[in-house]
């Protein structure tokens, strides 16, 4: 079905343009690859992506600084008044000889057969209500710490019975290892406390709390976009502690700014009052005060810079405006020479009327035409797939694209050139004439690709701040927009069917192109 | 004798009265038939139905009992073809063309190809695209004949020959014909056909006039002759003789009459009584029967 000769002068005539279409694409794919691989092009970028996270760190810092110290202050501040109060009846307010006959009393009402509860009625009847809350504090003590009235137990006591109500609220609201956490953490706080011997709550918290956290977060570790980020990469231990500290003090001057403001507000109001009326306050007073620079910015600013610092340049380069644009442009320009050449030129020229006043048929020529063109894009784009992979591997890991990405981008774009020159075969099979076949085939294809070019910047691998919504239309009207290298880069196999569209559309156009030859008149 | 093309009731309507219409044209096996026209006759258009580059809208048309149409190919086996209009095939020199046509017609001897290129004297090792018109035409002749087919069809394949080389050209057609070719040619050049062909159809407006046999108009029974008298008398004494005067112009004293040959003898006799001016035999060509036709035919 293929004609030797003529497959012989259709490979020797368009062999100039062939070579310097293929070399030039090849080169400059290679330069792109390695361009991308050696030279960080993407140092913005990759600045841009470390601010990010630095900044997410630090208002992480901030954040659970704050947190931990209004923790730790009211917890402190709790347990300092608790300490004192049960220490104070222990020692000052209750005297041996009153301890000693309400342990002696409820001991016997015990042996008696009174349960617990009755017991304390008894002790407690026809008490004062102050009497009755005494009796029992103490002997809720008794029962746990025995007889011994020292601070040490006492100051246990206490640290049991807040770290246990406080285990208990966190359970609540944020689950069992929080509050084991919380529990662990409080306890260590309120020991680190006793044994500071310091008289002033807030002041030591306010030291205690960066020095703690300077250790946890110094050794904490997460990870972003598979990749494992160590705080301790970005943040020295002092420079915690100094973050932490300061997120403090300011955190404290607000608060007693906001307290300040409550009481001229309402100046009736009782110091517990006021001090609710600010609890009320403080999670969004944090929440506010930790806001990362991306949180601080309006939403769509934001989205875009995340956006930007989440691009992948390389592969939206080789991807998207290599093999969809600038890599077709040249084969696009052999396809329309060559298909015009061979075909309509000759039939215009009439340089046809000597193949076809030889025995040879006219399906036998288009065919031979046909293949011809079929194997000069496939021997193009299979020395592009060996450009792509050798770049690629001088170049390896600098760049996020694979060999199967580069595989599945060389296989798409050859049948992208399929369907494009299936069109531009058409149109040489249908016209007698060169220039009606060239700007017909060659001016639908090059429509095709300049509405690609004005579509790139309405679509969505184009960074959100410099895309143009509207220009997406132009995508609709090309049929490069069937070559989806998003899909291939993103993985998807959504690809997959486009491919078969532009498969299908190259096959009936060679089809039909061949029959048309085959009944048209000739003027030859 | 056998028919090798032949074209019945052939009809491809162009249009606005371009085309060809009713078409009946038989060659004969051996024969060379001459095929001439103004130019938009019809001409190229018949020879392109023929090569099966066109599909008649009707009629048939056979080349050794093919359809031209549809077994196209088959006959290229048997056809060498000059186009009317030459355009040459994207190669470096003339050699390669011609080895490249050697390969599409299976042909392995190149030594008729070198007797025609020597008889032309071309020169095919010159780039194709730099030729000039007629170094062009040689080489589509020598590629179109270097299968040595039984059937040649040319398009007009004098133009732009130099004279010597149109004899030349006609030299090689006069030798491919002897060799009992049978050979189609389209000329705008009445001499060159009267001097080469067995018949010549004429094509006017897309349809065949006539066709004649060259033998009928060389061999015609009758001859003319232009007579122009000294004086009056003479010129009204002998137009009472009884000859058949077709044309008669007074103020010269001359006539032209039409003679039976064998009446020549008589003719001269007749004339020794009057005092002739000149006299002079006017020369039936096939440009002046064409000529008269179409004269007739727009009279008509």
Known sequence: MISKPLYKQSAKANLGTWVFVTAINCIMLAIIIIVLGRLSVSEIRDSMADMFIRDAIESNIEQKSMEYYNLTDKTLINYEENFNNLYDLLNVRLNTFQKNYIINTYKNLLQQGYTDEEARQVLTNNQPAEYQLAINTFLNYYLVQGEDYSREKVSEYILNLITEELYKQVLETDGEEAAQTAKVFISVAINAYVSSGSTNVTEFATNYIPSVLQDVFHEQSFTNKNKTINVSDYFTKARIYELSYSAIVSFRAELEVKENQLREKYPDYTDEQIQSELEKQVTSIIQERSKTLLDSLPKKVSEALTELGDMEVSTLVIGTIFYRISGLLLPIIFVIMTANNLIAGQVDSGAMAFVLSTPTKRRKVTITQMSYLISALLVMYILMTLTSIISLSIVKDAIKITYIQLLKLNLSAFITMLAISGICFLSSCWFNRSKYAMSIGGGLTMFFLVATILGLFGSPVIPS???????????????????????????????????????????????????????????? | MEKVIEIKDVTKDFGNGRGIFDIDLSIYKGEMLGFIGPNGAGKTTTIRTIMGFIKPDKGSITVKGMDAWKDSARIKQFV???????????????????????????????????????????????????????MKQKTAIVASLLADNDIIILDEPTTGLDPLMRVSFLDIIKAEKAKGKTIFMSSHVYEELEKTCDRVALINNGRIVDVVKLDDIKNRKVTDFKIEFTNRDDYLNFKRLNYQIIRDQETYNQVTITIEKDRIKMLFNDLTNYQVKFIAEIKYTLERHFNELIKRGEVI
């Open chain 2, 80 to 134: 060498g073809y000059v186009p009317g209009e030459i355009g040459f095939p994207d190669y470096k020199s003339g050699t390669d063309f011609l080895k490249a046509i050697a390969e599409f017609k299976g042909v392995k001897d190149l030594s008729y190809a070198n007797y025609l290129i020597e008889k032309l004297q071309l020169d095919p090792s010159a780039n194709l695209k730099r030729m000039s018109k007629g």
């Open chain 1, 465 to 524: 701040a410099i895309r143009i919504e509207a220009m997406r239309y132009f995508n609709y009207v090309s049929i490069i927009t069937l070559f989806d290298t998003n899909s291939i880069i993103e993985g998807t196999n959504n690809y997959l069917w486009k491919l078969l569209i532009l498969l299908f559309i190259g096959l009936i156009t060679y089809i039909i192109g061949i029959k048309r030859f085959n009944e048209k008149d000739l003027p030859l």
